[in-house]
Nanobody, 122 residues
Framework: QVPLVESGGGTVQAGGSLRLSCAASEYACSMGWFRQAPGKEREGVAVIDSAGSTNYGEFVKGRFTISQDNAKNTLYLHMNSLKPEDTAMYYC???????????????????WGQGTQVTVSS
């Protein structure tokens, strides 16, 4: 088990920005951000593999950027141009299995954080 601790969520107006952080206790090969809104399925937001290659959900459309600081075992999600439909619980996830590219399928990730709420008001 690799504990993951998210932070950085909050309430922001439409068009605003937030940065989410995920601190991991140790290195994981594939990491990503996922989200789930009430009544909806969990969906992949952004993932990154150990080579640094990234992949994004289609709804991101250039608004979000995933990055990681390997020295600190910390994953980030920079979110710009936020929309009310981005409102959801955002989860950090990690996998010890190296896949290239990292999958957006949430079922491929073994370890999960507790989530951080992002609310975008119109």
């Amino acid at each position: 088990q690799v504990p993951l601790v998210e932070s950085g969520g909050g309430t922001v107006q439409a068009g605003g920005s937030l940065r989410l952080s995920c601190a991991a206790s140790e290195y994981a090969c594939s990491m990503g951000w996922f989200r789930q809104a009430p009544g909806k399925e969990r969906e992949g937001v952004a993932v990154i593999d150990s080579a640094g290659s990234t992949n994004y959900g289609e709804f991101v459309k250039g608004r979000f950027t995933i990055s990681q600081d390997n020295a600190k075992n910390t994953l980030y999600l920079h979110m710009n141009s936020l929309k009310p439909e981005d409102t959801a619980m955002y989860y950090c996830a990690a996998s010890p299995i190296c896949r290239f590219p990292a999958p957006l399928d949430w079922s491929r990730y073994r370890w999960w954080g507790q989530g951080t709420q992002v609310t975008v008001s119109s």
